[in-house]
């Protein structure tokens, strides 16, 4: 048990991530009390978690829904609100301790940088935050004294390496990757793939947009500019190295050539129960690994001829400035429109290829100024649609 209970925010608490938070909550209610729960537009859920958890206050983001949610909340004390401009609020709030960002996409940029502002600690799974804005969020995380725990495996594996090390320089990391359903496919083969086959991941089971980034690899993309933002290091110390089993979930590499890799199985709720209760490991029931049940740990490398959005992530990073924000507004239009089966596998990298090329690029950006490009990206975006 914890030695204080913390009070924690879930934002997208009807997501993936959510609603695995909610179980490593409820398995420890000695240690957690919840006080926000936010949803997009599931309403059913957000109520069915408000019922069982009794916290302060629920965010409906579709305002449409507000009614609803609160004609069913309206015999308890539970406050509600709609709307994303009432999420960046209650994040706010005196009693909250910990949020959880687990919102996906850029939708959750403006919530992570209000509660930091606030002196939050933040609990990390929104990697879109840091990608589109990582010199600002991490700034702003220094100056109001805020952790950014991460909650993605990759990085949490990364954190858990570096504990009692941190003084200690990183000559490199390895991220891990699955490879996705498609590793060692080729472009022929993927030029015809349906939404339903990248939906399938092999190791994990996770929200539809992550899917589709991990089948694409631009998840991992994605995850090396996370990285680079909350381990401060250069491009060229950041590689990533297939494997399939998803057993080891990153590796780093320090500068006496040691290395420290964290393993166990893959299920989200271990990174997801490390970040709450930092700096304890609580204990769990979670199926332990057998070496037995993988006699074989494998590794190659990343394809990033036939999966160019890992190529096109590690460009847009070694030019800076607004250019990840550019390829995460391009990548969320390119997937949602795979989604709705209106552009090919292969045709979301021409999408973020095209805008990369053809939005301005700005060097020092402000907060207005990402805000701005991830406008304008879209626009442009939806043109190639
Ligand atoms: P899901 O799609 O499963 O859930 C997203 C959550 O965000 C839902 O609660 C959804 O509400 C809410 N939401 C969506 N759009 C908005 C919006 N515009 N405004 C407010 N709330 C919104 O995503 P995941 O849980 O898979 O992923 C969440 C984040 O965690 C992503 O950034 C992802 O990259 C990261 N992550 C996820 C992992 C996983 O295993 N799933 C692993 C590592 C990182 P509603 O349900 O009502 O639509």
């Known amino acids: 048990m914890s030695e204080k209970i913390k009070n924690i925010a ?50 409906i983001a579709d305002e449409n829904k507000y009614a609803y949610v609160k004609e069913a909340l309206q015999q308890t004390d539970i406050k509600v609100f709609a709307g994303n401009k009432a999420i960046a609020q209650v994040v706010q709030m005196d009693t909250i301790d910990v949020v959880l960002a687990a919102i996906v996409g850029y939708a959750g940029l403006e919530s992570t940088i209000s509660a930091i502002k606030a002196g939050k600690q933040i609990a990390l799974a929104n990697k879109e935050t840091l990608v589109v804005a990582g010199d600002i969020v991490t700034q702003l995380a220094k100056e109001n004294g805020v952790n950014l725990y991460p909650v993605d495996s990759e990085h949490s594996a990364i954190f858990q390496c570096l504990a009692g090390e941190w003084h200690n320089p990183i000559e490199k990391i390895y991220l891990t990757a699955s490879g996705g359903p498609f590793r060692g496919k080729d472009r022929t083969f993927l030029e015809t793939v349906k939404k339903e086959q990248a939906l399938k991941h092999p190791n994990w089971d996770m929200g539809a947009k992550i899917t589709i980034d991990s089948a694409s690899l631009m998840n991992k993309g994605l995850e090396v500019i996370e990285a680079k933002w909350l381990f401060n290091l250069k491009p060229e110390q950041i590689d990533v190295v297939v494997h399939p089993q998803s057993i080891i979930h990153s590796i780093v590499q320090f500068n006496d050539g040691s290395m420290k890799a964290q393993m166990g199985l893959p299920d989200m709720k271990l990174p997801i129960q490390y970040a709450l209760g930092y700096p304890e490991r609580m204990r769990s029931d979670f199926p332990r690994f057998s070496f037995f049940n993988y006699p074989q740990l494998t590794f190659e490398p990343a394809d990033t001829k036939t999966f160019r959005n890992l190529a096109l992530a590690y460009e847009a990073m070694n030019r800076g400035g607004n250019a990840a924000c550019i390829l995460n507004a391009a990548n969320e239009v390119a997937v949602d429109a795979f989604l709705k089966d209106k552009v090919s596998f292969l045709g979301m990298s021409n999408i973020v290829e095209k805008c990369l090329e053809k939005i301005n690029f700005i060097d020092k950006p402000s907060y207005e100024d990402y805000v701005a490009t991830d406008k304008e990206t879209r626009v442009v975006a939806n043109e190639w649609i």
């Open 10 to 59: 879930v934002l997208g608490s009807t997501g993936s991530i959510g609603t695995q938070a909610l179980d490593v909550i409820r398995a420890n209610p000695g240690s957690f009390v919840v006080e926000v729960l936010t949803a997009n537009g599931n309403a059913d859920l957000l109520i069915k978690q408000a019922l069982e958890f009794n916290p302060n206050t629920v965010v």
